[in-house]
DNA sequence: ATAACCGACGTAAGCGCTTCCGGCCCAGTA
DNA sequence: TACTGGGCCGGAAGCGCTTACGTCGGTTAT
């Protein structure tokens, strides 16, 4: 059932198929309306290689992430997730989704064959360092792209990422409301963007509330397991510990929650911990984990409709950046028993 | 750059380039050797729809995933794992993976539509009902499909997935290597073909173990945590409790082992418990989970290499079936210190 | 009245490949 | 020597679409 067959059964040709089901304007309504009927009824579809061979435009987004990001886990911070809000989105605009992982022996970077060989509309990254020159070959191209989590810059691209300085805020806001004032964090590799910002917001509501900022309470984590216990335990090592601390990733703070007791302190009775990300585990140990929840699925969603955007739009000139509320979601970490 | 600007290049025809590149024979060892150093030195890359219109192969198989899966967690199991094996194998052979989620409201099958506006080379499924019409329709297409974790039916179909039943025995076979002799077990729900061999595995060890097989033994669960928690919750209000218990999934075993602790009992003091799957919170909690590592990646790539075979087979007439081995991961829940 | 215009459609030329069908040339055979 | 048979390659016909461009009636302006 090709579109010569479905022209000659609905009496038109070929072109005005075309044209009807791709809704051009140069059609009637009734003719419109015919053809449309009859190629639900015998289940017309029109081939996806021959579109875009025609019409050079692929309907075709990528999605690059590496494999081996620095994410504290085995689990890329909920890769399903974001696959689902994205394809959500996609399927809406009639956009198929291609991966284009960056696997471990990088073999001269495949995934960039695969954007060129792929006519692509928009490509999509998360976890990647946009500094590697191929990442910046895909940057140049007249390809739009979105980082997700990830600042990029670039003629055609935009970034999409929680507001995590805010979310920041809020977590130390939350140990604050509930009577801390020696508030301490451990951060992530402050090279990537959310770490970054993270805390820049511990730092900002401190400065908020009048809080003494001290550099001794800042300890420098890297998003796995192992810095978040060996942070932990360096802070309740200082002459003046903290009552809490907020560890900017969930992996290192249920470390961090283990070295407290391991060390004869109770959570979140001589320290309270909160976290950041939500990750299953979070609500699975004892205590549980008091932490800061992203909406995965709506960065999928938003990026889908950002990249439309930029498809759209004559080149933008200024990168755009879209900031995505959180949600403190209140566990046993931190001592407070409110919802 | 496309292939006629190559051909004149290399001096040659169109149809010998392409020949040169597909490897096929016609062609002599000097021109192939030319075209394919020129092709690299300009950096040709064939354009993937041309390729597949004009061959209808397409290189591209696709993932076909139900967002909803009965997986206990918000993730998918390690779908991040399978992807990455997926992909390293896939561009091994030059192909490309194109996702094809089941998307919640359903709107009429888009994977359906998606599955025949490409030309699949092949679909890789997983976490999906089989039985539903559209799967159905999928299967009956000439398109080869793999199921992971999933017993497909039909021709040109095989499955890949781990030994469950092997792996099943093993953990009781180290709960009875531990001096346990009433071994209990939580299940998945049983239409699932892994929750099914997993408590054919652990029967099978109960029986070649001498081991009495109890009803009262076997307790339904939904590899949901609320299911972990009920099931231990039964099981130590029993007459005689056991002393240790297989649970088939781990987000159950986790909830399992706190019920155990609150209501009153210690891990592995009074019961033992050893789950499956190894999630990233299996190392998490304290104590940690003794349980069943499957090797995901492994899933992919030999989904993959499933694939390739049942493409070159001539009509395979019956099914295919790949059992992966597992790994038991000895933590403490399991009361061993052995490694 | 004629000219200019517009909406609705058909014709045909591609898009960048693959592959069938020969054709040429040089061995090997009778 | 004439004939056959490969090996190697070019020509050209598609693959199933999209999209200029052209055409043809029927309106509307002049």
């Known amino acids: 059932m090709d579109i010569d067959e479905l022209a000659r059964r609905s009496g038109v040709s070929a072109a005005t198929v075309s044209r009807a089901l791709n809704g051009r304007p140069e059609v009637s309504a009734a003719t419109r309306a015919r053809i449309v009927a009859l190629a639900a009824e015998l289940g017309y579809r029109p081939n996806a290689s021959a579109r875009t061979l025609a019409s050079r435009r692929s309907e075709l987004i990528g999605l690059l992430w590496d ?17 689902i809000g994205l ?40 976890g990647v360092d946009q500094h590697t020159p191929q990442v910046r070959a895909l940057l140049a191209t007249p390809i739009p792209c979105v980082g997700l989590d990830l600042a990029l810059d670039g003629p055609r691209t935009a970034s999409v990422g929680s507001d995590n300085r805010t979310a920041a805020a809020d977590a130390v806001a939350h140990l604050h409301a509930l009577g801390h004032r020696r508030i301490a964090t451990i951060t992530g590799p402050l090279d990537l963007w959310p770490a970054a910002e993270r805390l820049a917001g511990y730092r900002a509501e401190l400065a908020r ?11 420098a984590g890297d998003f796995f ?24 990733g969930d992996a290192m703070a249920v470390a961090a929650m283990q070295a407290a007791t391991d060390t004869g302190r109770t959570v979140p009775g001589d320290v309270a ?26 960065f999928g969603t938003t990026a889908a409709a950002v990249l439309a955007e930029l498809a759209a739009a004559p080149t933008t000139d200024e990168p755009r950046s879209v900031l995505l509320p959180t949600r403190l979601v209140v566990r046993e970490s931190s001592g407070s028993t409110a919802i």
């Open 273 to 298: 911990v909160v976290g950041f990300d939500d990750i299953d585990a979070a609500a699975m140990v004892r205590p549980g984990l008091t932490t800061i929840a992203q909406d995965y699925r709506r």
């Open 209 to 219: 509330r009048r809080l003494r900022r001290r550099p001794e309470y800042e300890v």
């Open 67 to 83: 494999t081996d990001y620095r994410s504290g886990g085995r689990q890329h911070p909920f890769l399903q997730e974001v696959l």
């Open 225 to 248: 397991a192992a810095s978040g216990a060996a942070g932990m335990r360096r802070l309740l090592d200082l002459p003046s510990p903290p009552t809490a601390v907020f560890v900017a």
């Open 87 to 126: 394809k959500a989105a996609l399927s809406d605009r009639g956009q198929g989704l291609i991966l284009l992982p960056i696997v471990p022996p990088d073999d001269e970077a495949g995934y960039v064959r695969l954007a060129r060989q792929y006519t692509l509309d928009g490509i999509v990254m998360m």
